[in-house]
T-cell receptor, first 111, second 114 residues
């Protein structure tokens, strides 16, 4: 099992550009999450999904959109990137609300 | 409001010292509790978890944590740390309902001197 994978691992964007981060899990988990991690701020939940076709806002959803068209995939979109979105993004999945399994992260820099 | 507080932001210890990292939470109802570890440049991994039963739980790599319900605490301990324990440690809590979200603390950065 690959567990949770994220694509890409690194990306540099210019302000105003758009991109999509892909998260995939092969554990048949119902729940999936997107977090951002910034120094001194811990993990902050952006959006999450409790099942295929459903999404919900987390703590810091502004500037991001998500989609969960298939159970195994959870996409995070940035429509118009801003320097404040420079961060490391982690995807996670869990069986119901139990322990989460994290992906390797995507390091995004917006210039 | 739901929250998790980790008292120590940065801890520096020498090898073989004992470790205790504090974690207190505010969350209504029955909770599940977790400690995650993030080694430098890596993603978060589960260290240990408490769902119910014996409040003293043992995790990987010699770590343990004790759930004290009356104090809303879930402190992480290790009797003798190693250089390889250098990492950031996150305490987390969630409820048992479908829509309950997991709340993470801001993390404690542990640095072990060789």
């Amino acid at each position: 099992n690959a567990g949770v994978t994220q694509t890409p691992k690194f990306r540099v964007l210019k302000t105003g550009q758009s991109m999509t981060l892909l998260c995939a899990q092969d554990m048949n988990h119902e729940y999936m999450y997107w977090y951002r991690q910034d120094p001194g701020m811990g993990l902050r939940l952006i959006h999450y999904s409790v099942g295929e076709g459903t999404t919900a806002k987390g703590e810091v959803p502004d500037g991001y959109n998500v989609s969960r068209l298939k159970k195994q995939n959870f996409l995070l979109g940035l429509e118009s990137a801003a320097p404040s979105q420079t961060s490391v993004y982690f995807c996670a999945s869990s069986h119901r609300g139990l322990e989460q399994y994290f992906g390797p992260g995507t390091r995004l820099t917006v210039t | 409001a739901q929250s998790v507080s980790q008292h120590n932001h940065h801890v520096i210890l020498s090898e073989a010292a004992s470790l205790e990292l504090g974690c207190n939470y505010s969350y209504g109802g029955t909770v599940n509790l977790f400690w995650y570890v993030q080694y430098p440049g890596q993603h978060l991994q589960l260290l240990l978890k408490y769902f119910s039963g014996d409040p003293l739980v043992k995790g990987i790599k010699g770590f343990e944590a004790e759930f004290i319900k009356s104090k809303f605490s879930f402190n992480l301990r290790k009797p003798s740390v190693q250089w390889s324990d250098t990492a950031e440690y996150f305490c987390a809590v969630n409820g048992l309902n479908r829509d309950d979200k997991i709340i993470f603390g801001k993390g404690t950065r542990l640095h072990i001197l060789p």
